[in-house]
Structures are given as C-alpha cells and as structure tokens.
C-alpha cells in the first residue's frame, strides 16, 4: 500500500482531464485495498488501453505507465487505438466480404518455378501445404478469353492491345481516360522482377485455400526470411540515422511477416488426426504476443497504413474498374463493395492520411535509392520462387505482388485521378488489384486477431478465472486487474 500511496497521484487532473481527487482506496473485508474509480475514468481507462497487457491497463489507470501501442503509429498520422477501431468496424466487414466476390477470389499464380538461389529441396510435411487449382470450369470465362487473345505463358510482357477485352474508357474528372485492368504477373510494375521465362500458371480459388498452418518450418523457412532480411538495404535497420525510405521497406516486409505470423497462430492445426483447427495461444505468445517482440507488430499496423492508403490513393480508379467476371450481379456487388471501401467516411474521420508517401524521396539521391530499393525487392520477389510450400508460396507471392502494387500507386509518377493530366496515369493490372485489396483483407484480418489473442494472453497470464473480452471488463473487475497487478495475488 505505501508503494502504491507513492505512485498513484492522488491531487491533480490526469491528461484525460478527470479529477485524481475523486479516486478512493477501500479495504474490503480480507483487508486488500481496492481502487474505486469514478465511472468515467474506467471508461476513460478501458477505451485508452484496448491494445495493453493487463499490466500496462493497471499502470495506465493509475496514471505511471504508457501502453506501448497506444500514441501514433510510427511513421504515419493515426493512433493505434483509431486504426483498431476504424478496423474493427468499417474496413475488416467491407473486406471480408470483398474477397469473397468472384474477382477477388482467384488469383492467378505460377507455382512451379526453379527456385534462382539453391536447388529446389523443400518438401512440407503437411496436407495443408499443397494447394488446389480451380476447375476450368471455375475460371471466369472472360479471363480466359483474355488468357487466350494474350501471349501463352510467359514469354515476355503481354502487349496491351491484346488485352483490350478488359480495358474500358470512362469518364473520371471530366477527362475520359484508359483504366486497365489486365495481365498477371505485374510486368509493368518496377517493383516487379519481370522474368521472361516461360511459366506455367493456375487460377487457384483462394477461399479454398486458406491461409493458415501448414507445417512448412525449420531450416528451410528460415532461409528464406534470412534471404529476405539479410538484404543489404535491410543491415542497420534499427539504427536511428537509417532513411525513411530504408524503414519503410522494412516495416512492410516485417509487418508482412507478422501478418503471416497471426494467421498461423490463430488458424493451427491442434490435433491433426482429428483435423481440429483453432487458435494456438503459445505459439502468438512466442511470435507475436512478448515484450520482445513488440516491433513485430507494430509493423503490422504499419503496414496496414500503408496498403490502406494506398487503395484508397487508386480509389478513383479503382471505382471506376471493370470487375467483369461474366456475373453480372456479383460484379456490380463487387463494384459497390469498391465504392464503400475507398469512399469510407470513418475511415476519413479516423485516419485522414494513413500514410504521407509525399515525404519520400526527396533527398538529392531518392532516385538512386529508388532504384536500389526496386532491385532489393526483385530478390525478395524471387525469393518467393524458392518457397518449400506451395500454400506458402501462394499467399506469399500474393502478398508480395500486392505490397509491390501498394508501392507502383504511392510511388509512380502517374496519378490516379486523371484529372491533372491529359494522359493517364496509373495502370493496374487486375492481378495487381486482386493482390493488393486481398493483402490489406490478410493485415486487417491480423490486427483483429493480435488484439483479441493480446487480451486472451493477458487474461490467461495475470486473471485465471478470466476476464472475458475487454467489452465485458466490469467497474469491478477492473479493480479486481489493478489489485492483483499492483499488489499481486492474494
Ligand atoms: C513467404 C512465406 C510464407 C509462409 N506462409 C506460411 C503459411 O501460410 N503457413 C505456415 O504455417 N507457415 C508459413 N510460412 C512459414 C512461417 O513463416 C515460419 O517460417 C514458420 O512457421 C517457422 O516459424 P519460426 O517461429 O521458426 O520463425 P519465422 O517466422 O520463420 O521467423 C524467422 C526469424 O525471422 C525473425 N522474425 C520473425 N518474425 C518477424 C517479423 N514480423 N519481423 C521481423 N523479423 C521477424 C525472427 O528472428 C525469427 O527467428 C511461410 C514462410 C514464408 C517464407
């Protein structure tokens, strides 16, 4: 109690602007102290620390501790508790619905490439690692017309023309322009490492394939990611004088891995023979879920940021697309999904600028470095080759083409508006919309699941009996927390 009399202010007005005078310290009947709070400073106390460990919650309500995920997110303008918030309730619902329309659902990927660094020895031990191509029946019948019209394979770039089926003119800004959305592999993307190869290629329905445990670990796994972090422009990366740009690359690769990171801890595979499927509380308490790791995730929410603003960026075009899959219905649903996507009202409220690319570059070598970054993440593109797992392999080279399509709209000299030019602009490849509206599904799918794994972890940790979700944390119970954090157990 003394430690606590020291530590808990008890004049004074906190930064929530709630008098410290109204708090009161009672002795219930075992004589353990217990802390009454005004009903608006619990309310206060519980919007504040949605992302903390139970002990960060009772440190913050008695006003001596931070949450580490509470503040801004670094390197972009919105506070973590908004980006969960605006999350949870106005992007996740739009895109989890989206990715289920038939143009987001198949992705069209080649799976068995040589892998350029070592010879091909990956072999994943699970049945959950190998991945069903569609029927042909299944691929929508004007992406085949289109697959048929353009060069087989891949025997180099396909020419545009060739793909005039899916272009279509409109009106945006007064300006009629050219939006396409065409090809696969994201030629034309300088992002891209455009190998002129040929390739086999499937349309594999991601629904049926979802991302999850696969049991591709150990040393192969490593060294991919040791092949991707051990990039050159990724040496240093914690030091304080690395560029923004350096950074940036980083936190998207990192928040990227994180995201996969999420996804296996919630969806493992608890008892293979009974084929039982469910979340692994150890597992994202070792990878995402400690104080060690916290930068971990951290990217994550970076990331997201950066995804989101960029669909929003090609929002202009991304309205005015044409999602044909032959089903007219479920393609103008997917339009209109689009629509409340990009022209989001809460997410203009929460996070008006989830990113500021504008302040790229800008050094009198930002092109150089541009050019270095670009030639990085062809390594890390190719990387994605050498994967052991072809469900693995898929959802990676997914995410890759679409952090790489988030970086062609950030980054492209060419706007998306079409208003300021005669010429347009930016074009996007259908595969690269596919790509980057299901990565930002993947990141906002992850951040609902480290918050909710976070409050199963503190709760399991510090509360046997359990808290239950943060929604249902009592006046009560709370100071039930602060007793038991501040002055241990009973
Ligand atoms: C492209 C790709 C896709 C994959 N997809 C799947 C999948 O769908 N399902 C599946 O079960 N497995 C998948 N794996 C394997 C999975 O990512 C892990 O490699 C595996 O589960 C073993 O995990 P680990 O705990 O040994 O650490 P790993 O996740 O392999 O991490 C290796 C090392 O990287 C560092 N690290 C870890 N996380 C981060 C981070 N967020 N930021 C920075 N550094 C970090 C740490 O030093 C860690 O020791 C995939 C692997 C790759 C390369």
Avoid at 190 to 203: C, F, G, Q, T
Avoid at 363 to 390: P, S, W, Y
Avoid at 417 to 443: D, F, S
Wanted: charged letters at 25%.
């Amino acid at each position: 109690m003394g430690l606590l009399a020291a530590a808990v202010p008890r004049i004074g007005v906190h930064r929530s602007g709630i008098s410290l005078q109204k708090w009161r310290w009672q002795k219930l009947g075992d004589g353990q102290p217990v802390l009454w709070l005004p009903v608006p400073w619990y309310r206060y106390v519980e919007s504040e620390t949605r992302n903390c460990t139970v002990q960060e919650k009772a440190a913050i309500s008695v006003g001596v501790g931070t949450c580490q995920l509470s503040g801004t997110v670094r390197d972009c303008s919105c506070e973590y508790a908004a980006v969960e918030r605006v999350n949870r309730e106005a992007v996740l619902p739009v895109l989890k619905e989206l990715v289920r329309q038939p143009f987001f659902r198949y992705f069209k990927v080649s799976l068995y490439c040589d892998c350029p660094f070592w010879p091909d020895d990956g072999m994943c031990v699970l049945r959950d690692c190998s991945v069903c191509p569609c029927e042909d029946h299944e691929v929508p019948a004007p992406w085949k017309a289109a697959d048929s019209a353009s060069t087989p394979g891949c025997e180099g770039s396909p020419r545009l023309e060739e793909e005039s089926a899916v272009d279509r003119r409109m009106d945006a800004s007064t300006k009629e322009h050219l939006v396409s959305i065409r090809g696969w592999r994201g030629f034309n993307n300088p992002w891209m490492h455009e190998d002129e190869s040929d390739v086999d290629y499937s349309y594999i329905n991601l629904l049926m394939n979802p991302e999850r445990y696969t049991g591709y670990k150990g040393e192969h796994a490593h060294r991919i990611w040791n092949l991707i972090y051990s990039q050159s422009c990724f040496s240093n990366i914690m030091d304080p004088e690395t560029c923004t740009e350096r950074r940036v690359f980083y936190r998207l690769i990192s928040g990227m891995h994180s995201s996969i990171s999420a996804h296996i801890a919630k969806e493992y595979l608890l008892d293979e023979r009974g084929g039982r499927w469910g979340p692994n509380l150890a597992l994202f308490q070792e990878r995402l879920g400690n104080e060690g790791v916290r930068e971990r995730v951290e990217n994550l929410y970076f990331a997201y940021l950066f995804v989101l603003r960029a669909a929003l960026k090609a929002g202009p075009l991304l309205k005015e697309a044409a999602y044909d899959t032959g089903s007219p219905l479920e393609d103008a649903q997917t339009s209109e999904l689009v629509r409340k996507l990009v022209d989001s009202q809460a997410v203009k409220e929460a996070c008006p600028v989830p990113f500021d690319e504008g302040r790229l570059w800008k050094g009198e070598d930002g092109e150089e470095l541009k050019r270095q970054l670009q030639a990085h993440f062809h390594n890390i593109t190719k990387a994605m080759e050498c994967v052991g797992c072809e469900k693995c392999k898929l959802w990676g080279k997914l995410q890759i083409l679409g952090i790489a399509t988030s970086l062609k709209v950030l980054f492209s000299a060419e706007d998306c508006t079409g208003g300021q030019t005669a010429e347009p602009q930016l074009r996007l490849e259908r595969n690269e919309v596919i790509a980057m509206l299901n990565l930002l599904e993947r990141l906002a799918v992850s951040i609902e699941v480290v918050r909710e794994m976070s409050l199963e972890l503190a709760d399991s940790a510090r509360h046997p009996r359990g808290l239950g979700a943060i929604e249902d944390v009592t006046h009560e119970s709370l100071n039930d927390v602060l007793r038991h954090s501040l002055m241990g157990p009973a």
